[in-house]
């Protein structure tokens, strides 16, 4: 079975750091990319960021570029999302996911129905 679990979110002041952990359990990174979504009130869910090892394919949100970074530990199957310079705008829950491959990852956001939890992140002013 196929299991995700969020952990790392709190509350933050805009320009600090965070580090969102991913646990996963039923599949390897070997064998499916893992992504990194978000969801604020009232809005959409969105991609921030994904990796591939099968394609060696990383992507990131135009809106992350530069600020976080995703990275995995194979040993430990748990992926990462080191948000630095975070900013109000970056207030939502944040998700992880299994998928295919990074290349519709955006689209992934809007389609897949089996979230788990999340982990709330929240960017003070």
């Known amino acids: 079975e196929v299991q995700l679990v969020e952990s790392g979110g709190g509350l933050v002041q805009a320009g600090g750091s965070l580090r969102l952990s991913c646990k996963a359990s039923?599949?390897?990174?070997?064998?499916?990319?893992i992504g990194w979504f978000r969801q604020a009130p009232g809005k959409e869910r969105e991609g921030v960021s994904c990796f591939s090892k099968s394609d060696d394919n990383t992507v990131y949100a135009d809106s992350v570029k530069g600020r976080f970074s995703i990275s995995t530990d194979d040993a430990k199957n748990t992926a990462y999302l080191q948000m630095n310079s975070l900013k109000p705008e970056d207030t939502a829950v944040y998700y992880c996911?299994?998928?295919?491959?990074?290349?519709?990852?955006?689209?992934?956001?809007?389609?897949?129905?089996?979230w788990g939890q999340g982990t709330q992140v929240t960017v003070s002013s």
């Open positions: 996911a299994a998928l295919i491959l990074c290349d519709y990852y955006r689209d992934f956001a809007l389609t897949f129905r089996s």
């Open positions: 039923g599949f390897t990174f070997d064998e499916y990319a």
